[in-house]
């Protein structure tokens, strides 16, 4: 059996008090919502911190505001089942109530955070694994070692980010905003995620992440899809976010009859950061949206994508799949 390491436990009941704690607690000290990433990595020594610092309970991280007219605030300690069942995530923003639903199991969306979900720790095949498993092999690049498994010769991590929802913020133009007790900010989604395993995001160690801003539904619309093994559990071994906004308000039925005026193509669980492919959103802008047009997106998406082996399924398989589901995102939004 995999035990926790010795913590100790800390639960702020304000936002002041819990960055505090952390500017006091250093690098050795971290925030925790749900837990759902932190304790499996802490259980097998990936990550060991001495403070743990919960956030369940600061009302701040807790609600959900606004609309689609004029943007949606949803706190960072909001749960994945309540992403899923509020009525106006689900009218406004179906794309995020979708995605999340693909998200672990009923069980585990009752206790992870969509605030969980965009901080996901990068995953490979030769990290996850318990502490013995990894010592037998000797450590990887990203905890502990000095070299990645996954490309022996490369001096940089290769973990891969997986996270649903991640590449649909970055589609969408979502913006997250930072508290520490030097102040808060704002990141925009698209710059928040950095291509090193390790590495992975553009945020301080101090910082806690309050609430996640998504832009008003001013005529655009977004899906995501999503391959996995199990069709019930599983992270994503490719995560496809199609973004598109129309020159004009299309009536159902009449979407291919407009021209594209904007969008975004993203590809999640095949790299450290999500992959932007402006070839593909390139092919669709100015145009309308036809059958010729979103393969000419697929195509692009394939050449882009250059998954490695350190996920599930054999990786030149997933690379064609980044097609097959690219086009299946953009016929969704047809």
Known sequence: ???????????????????????????EAQFVAGGTDLYPNMKRRQQMPKTVISVMRLPELNQVSG?????????????????????????????IASAARTISTPILRNMGTIGGNMLLDTRCNYYDQNYEWRKAINFCLKKDGDVCWVAPGSSKCWAVQSSDLVPV?????????????????MV?????????????????????????????????????QKLRRRGAFDFPVLGVAAYVQYDGAPSAGEASALRVKDAKIVLGGIAPSPVQVKEAADSLIGKSLNDDQIHAAAEAAYVKARPLDNTDFVYQWRKQMAREYTLRALRELM
């Open 1 to 27: 059996m995999m035990r926790l390491p010795k913590f100790s436990y800390r639960v702020p009941r304000t936002l002041a008090e819990a960055v505090k704690i952390v500017a006091d607690g250093g690098p």
């Open 67 to 95: 609309a689609g007219v004029q943007g949606l605030v949803i706190g960072a300690s909001v749960t994945l089942t309540e992403i899923c069942e509020n009525e106006i995530i689900k009218r406004d923003y179906p794309v």
């Open 169 to 185: 913020m970055v589609a969408i133009g979502a913006k997250f905003r930072f508290v520490s007790t030097a102040g808060e900010r």
């Open 188 to 224: 925009e989604a698209r710059d928040f995620y950095k291509d090193d395993g390790i590495d992975y995001m553009n945020k301080r160690s101090d910082e806690l992440l309050v609430d996640i801003h998504l832009p008003a539904t001013n005529g655009w619309r977004a899906s995501y």
